[in-house]
């Protein structure tokens, strides 16, 4: 999966390194790390998780792991366990990749941090390095060393330093082996080594105090949230006006100074990172007395998204109570199965809250819920619909065949949240597909805007914007 010539095996000083977490973070780390050279312990405490590891099976999806996984178990520079005290045998650096989910207050919880935290230090019999990848609000790594220095055997000294992780599920392998910068947040310059050895001299380097560093990764990911909250804006001024989204946007991204990516519109932001880090950037805000306007506006946008997809549904079909919808796409993005956060869950739980029948599909992902029935098959999914909704854009369901849906479904409402839909190409079937500021085959009248009489007068006169 990664470019084998950036993989430099000989450019790294190699160092046994004990990794805490093997989840999309903790694990990548540890078999990206074992490829570069290094020696490392990973320490898992889910017993399902481990034991899958030990026999060789990855738990989550992510191409490139199982190839890495297979040749450092071989290799045995790469290892497992549950056991602490094995782990931090010989070991002075402890990369910290547990979870910082969300409470419920939007703010992050930091608990599994200061546990993992605490259990390594209480098991090192020398000095120790804590090295923070888990995103966490600045002055936690001050906070975390405050902590983890209590639990400290006599003689032990700790210290913490930060660097973030800006991995994209899916693609972390990829993400490792070519990162677009390494940050690290340290405040003793003797120390700064036993991070940056760990990864080959010529990556893109910034180094800095653990505050700037904590800040680069929830300022990174607000301004990510900021573009697609932007990109959906941007969709529904081009539903009222007529205008096509894809092309507003593309039209847009190509300017150099804005990019393309992440100015896709859809069904609002999910999974385990941007909701959360958004909010804890608002959090962090608010701490210190600020608003984070901008931060707020893009939550607030991102709520309606979904909002709008129901509206959208109760426009086409009218009250939800007893239809049966099909949706495809559970994962909160294609590439992974991860569906923390996911909008496709989000929907199906708002269509059986309003008595909906869902039957959901997605090629990787299988929550566990209550709210659905969860088939094999997008066809099976379909069966007897009356709409169906594409949550994610997995390349699959680019190359549907709608004829085929259509025989399947009882209605023919296709409401295409993230615009895989070809209207040419369905323009055959009898669909009514609504995309994302695009597209609106029904009920379209597109307002006139500017007024002609812009047009006659020199001067403009004041106007009332349309409903
Ligand atoms: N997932 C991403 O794309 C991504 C990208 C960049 C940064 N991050 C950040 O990295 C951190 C980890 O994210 P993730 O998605 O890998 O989380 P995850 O929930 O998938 O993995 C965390 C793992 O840590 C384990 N764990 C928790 N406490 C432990 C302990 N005391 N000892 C051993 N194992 C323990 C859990 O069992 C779990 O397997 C979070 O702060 C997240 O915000 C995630």
Redesign the pocket.
């Known amino acids: 999966m990664h470019d084998e010539k950036n993989t430099h095996h000989t450019s790294v000083r190699a160092s046994k390194v004990c990794v805490?977490?093997?989840?999309?973070?903790?694990l990548t780390a540890a078999v990206c790390l074992a490829e570069l050279g290094h020696t490392v312990v990973c320490?898992?405490?889910?017993p399902q998780?481990l034991g899958m590891l030990l026999r060789g099976e990855v738990p989550?999806h992510e191409p490139g792991i199982d190839e890495l996984l297979t040749r450092h178990a071989s290799s045995r520079r790469l290892s497992f366990t549950?056991d602490v005290e094995v782990a931090m045998d010989g070991v002075a650096v402890v990369l910290l990749?547990?979870?910082?989910p969300p409470r419920p207050d939007g703010e992050p919880d930091l608990r599994?941090l200061g546990?993992?935290a605490t259990?390594m230090v209480a098991a090192a019999r020398s000095d120790v390095l804590l090295i923070v990848?888990?995103?966490?609000p600045p002055g936690s790594c001050e906070a975390l060393e405050l902590l983890a220095a209590g639990h400290a055997r006599e003689g032990v000294n700790v210290a913490v330093a930060s660097n973030?992780?800006?991995?994209?599920?899916g693609q972390?392998v990829w993400d490792f082996f070519n990162p677009d910068r390494v940050v690290v947040g340290i405040d003793d310059a003797q120390m700064q080594h036993l991070v940056t050895d760990l990864y080959p001299a010529q990556w893109p380097l910034i180094v800095c105090d653990r505050r700037s560093a904590e800040l680069v990764k929830y300022a990174a990911n607000t301004f990510l949230a900021v573009k697609i909250s932007f990109a959906n804006e941007v969709a529904q001024l081009c539903e009222a006006l007529g205008a096509d989204s894809q092309k507003v946007l593309a039209g847009v991204g190509l300017d150099a100074r804005i990019g393309g990516a992440f100015l896709s519109p859809g069904p609002g932001f999910g999974?385990?990172?941007l909701p959360?880090?958004l909010g804890g950037f608002i959090a962090v805000a608010q701490s210190v007395g600020q608003l984070a306007p901008l931060a707020r506006a893009a939550q607030v946008v991102n709520g309606e998204a979904l909002v709008g997809l129901l509206g959208k549904l109760e426009v086409a079909l009218g009250s939800l109570s007893g239809k049966r919808i099909a949706i495809l796409g559970l994962a909160f993005k294609p590439g992974t199965g991860?569906v923390r956060f996911s909008p496709g869950v989000g929907l199906a739980d708002a269509l059986a809250e309003r008595g909906a029948l869902v039957r959901a599909h997605d090629p990787v992902a299988t929550p566990v819920s209550t709210t659905m029935e969860l088939v094999g098959d997008p066809y099976d999914a379909a069966q007897r619909a009356d709409a169906l909704v594409i949550m994610t854009a997995w390349p699959e369901y680019r190359e549907l065949d709608h004829e085929r849906l259509r025989e399947t479904m009882s209605g023919h409402v296709v409401i295409d949240a993230v615009n895989v839909v070809s209207i040419g190409e369905v323009a055959h079937v009898d669909f009514d597909v609504y995309g994302v500021g695009r597209g609106l085959t029904t009920d379209f009248a597109p307002v006139l805007w500017p007024p002609l009489e812009w047009m006659l007068d020199a001067e403009p006169r004041p106007v009332t914007v349309p409903q």
Not at 133 to 136: D, H, I, M, N, P
């Open positions: 805490v977490g093997a989840g999309y973070v903790g320490v898992e405490s889910n998780r989550i549950d990749c547990v979870g910082t599994q546990r993992a259990q990848k888990s995103t966490v973030p992780e800006f991995l994209r599920e972390a999974g385990s990172c959360k880090d991860d």
